[in-house]
C-alpha cells in the first residue's frame, strides 16, 4: 500500500469529496473568530426523537449528492446509505462513498473514499468505523476505529502502523453517525443543541444551531419547506476548511438533507441531492435527477466504476 503523504492539493480534493459530513467536522474545521457561537454553558445535547428514528433507519435509506464548486462546477459525487445489519437487532451499517467520478478534475486528480461506519442502539452509536482512501495516483491509506462505548474508549489503527488508545469522558457518536444523529434530534427555531462527535484524537462537542425555515426550490423534489442547521466546529479533523456550513433538510418526518453549502479556504462548496431513495418517506422515494435516470449506469453507486 502506497502511503505517501498527501500533497496540499490531495487535501483540498478530499475536503472537496467530503464537504457533506462537514456537520460532523470530517473536514479540518477551526472556529471562526469572528462568529460567536449561539449558545451559553446552558445548551444541553440534543436527544433523537424515537418517532423519527424508522425514517432515516428504516434499513435502506440511499442518497446521492453532486458536489459543485463556486461558479457551479462539478467536481465530484458523494453516495450514502444506511441498511440493517442481517441477523442482527438494531444494528445498522451506514456505507458512504466520495468521488470525483464525472467530476471536471477527476482525471487530473481521482479521489475514491469509502467510509463504513456501524452503529447500533437507542441512540445508534458507533461500534466500529473504517476508512479506505485513495486519492491522486499514489496514495492509498485505511483506517480503522473501534469504539468501546462502555469502557468509554476509541481503538485506532493506520495500516499496520502501531494500534493507538483514546480515554473519552463520556459516550460519544463519529463522524457519519452524527450526521443522522443531529438529523433525528428536536429543531427548535433558534435554539441550539450539542452533539459529541470524536474527531481529532478526542470527544468534542458540535454545537448545532437551529436558524429558521426557508422554502428552496428547484430541489429534487420541486419547491420544498425546508429546516436550516448549522452546525459550528471548533477543532482540526482530517480534510482542511475554513468558514460556516449550512444544512438544509426537508421540514418533515422524513427531513431528507436537499442541499448543503460549505465555505472553504477559496470560495464554497455546494452539495446538492440529484437521487433519493427510501421505502419508509413514501413521497420521496425513488426520486431521481432527470439527467441520470438515462442508459444502464447505477444511480447510487458503492464501488468504483
Not at 167 to 178: A, I, V
Not at 190 to 216: I, M, Y
Not at 256 to 279: C, E, H
Request: one cysteine or more.
Amino acid at each position: 500500500m502506497n502511503n505517501t503523504k498527501r500533497t496540499d492539493r490531495g487535501v483540498l480534493f478530499g475536503a472537496v469529496a467530503l464537504s457533506l459530513f462537514i456537520v460532523a467536522s470530517i473536514c479540518q474545521a477551526q472556529s471562526n473568530p469572528d462568529k460567536k457561537a449561539e449558545s451559553d454553558a446552558s445548551v444541553g445535547f440534543g436527544k433523537i426523537i424515537p418517532e423519527l428514528i424508522p425514517y432515516a433507519y428504516g434499513g435502506n435509506e440511499k442518497l446521492r449528492f453532486d458536489v459543485s464548486y463556486t461558479g457551479g462546477f462539478k467536481i465530484g459525487e458523494i453516495h450514502m446509505e444506511v441498511k440493517s445489519i442481517k441477523d442482527q437487532s438494531e444494528h445498522f451499517v451506514i456505507r458512504s462513498r466520495a468521488t470525483t467520478d464525472n467530476g471536471l478534475f477527476s482525471a487530473l486528480y481521482p479521489v475514491n473514499d469509502l467510509h463504513v461506519t456501524k452503529v447500533q442502539g437507542p441512540e445508534r452509536l458507533p461500534y466500529h468505523y473504517e476508512v479506505w482512501t485513495e486519492e491522486g495516483y499514489n496514495y492509498q491509506a485505511h483506517r480503522e476505529y473501534t469504539f468501546d462505548q462502555r469502557k468509554k474508549k476509541v481503538y485506532y489503527q493506520k495500516n499496520d502502523g502501531p494500534l493507538k488508545t483514546y480515554q473519552l469522558e463520556d459516550t460519544t457518536q463519529n463522524e457519519f453517525s452524527s450526521f443522522f444523529a443531529s438529523r433525528l434530534m428536536e429543531f427548535k427555531i433558534g435554539q441550539s443543541f450539542l452533539v459529541p462527535t470524536f474527531a481529532d484524537k478526542k470527544r468534542n462537542e458540535v454545537l448545532v444551531n437551529v436558524k429558521g425555515h426557508e422554502q428552496l426550490e428547484d430541489t429534487l423534489f420541486g419547491t420544498v419547506d425546508t429546516t436550516v442547521i448549522e452546525p459550528i466546529m471548533k477543532f482540526e479533523g482530517i480534510y482542511d476548511k475554513r468558514g460556516d456550513t449550512v444544512i438544509w433538510y426537508t421540514n418533515d418526518v422524513c427531513r431528507v438533507p436537499v442541499k448543503l453549502n460549505s465555505k472553504i479556504v477559496i470560495g464554497s462548496l455546494t452539495a446538492v441531492l440529484v437521487a433519493y431513495s427510501n421505502p419508509s418517506c413514501g413521497e420521496y422515494d425513488g426520486m431521481v435527477k432527470e439527467k441520470y435516470q438515462e442508459g444502464n449506469n447505477e444511480v447510487f453507486r458503492f464501488t468504483k466504476n
